[in-house]
């Protein structure tokens, strides 16, 4: 299993840097690895709400909401292809905005472990970039209170 663990403070309220993530819609404005994001069932954002993604280089693949708590902890699941992957996104208030952290958990099999080393190198990268990204998007926004 590959995990890592990445956070940046948001100048920004934790009601809108949790609304900005929970809407995956909103995820190839800050996730190079990301070409497409639809929402796939009926119904407000929350628990079990489904998404259909399309990723540079590996294709298109379903997630799923399996923890909900708004601003607080919002978590994924994707459909185990090609392996199964977990993204955990916390969210804490202070001084000056909130705290986002974000935490992948990758389990890596079949043909894919041959590549186990590279991932490890590239997984922290990624997530710094995708983080990074939240933040200056967020913060390009105007801030509300």
Known sequence: MLTVERGVVIKQPIEQVFAF?????NE??????????????????G???TWQEEVRL??????????YEPHHTLVYQNDRRP???EITFRFAPVAG????TASPKIQVGGIF???APLFHLLLPKLVERVVSNIKKVLEA???TS
Do not use: C, W
Not at 21 to 25: I, K, P, R, S
Not at 97 to 100: F, Q
């Open 21 to 25: 993530v929970a809407n995956f819609e």
């Open 28 to 45: 190839p404005q800050y996730n190079p690895s990301l070409l497409s994001m639809r929402k796939t069932s009926p119904g407000a954002i």
């Open 47 to 49: 628990l079990g709400t």
């Open 58 to 67: 590996a294709g298109t693949h379903d997630r799923t909401v399996t923890i």
């Open 83 to 85: 392996f199964p992957v």
């Open 97 to 100: 905005g909130t705290l986002l």
């Open 113 to 115: 472990k041959l590549g």
């Open 141 to 143: 926004q105007p801030l």
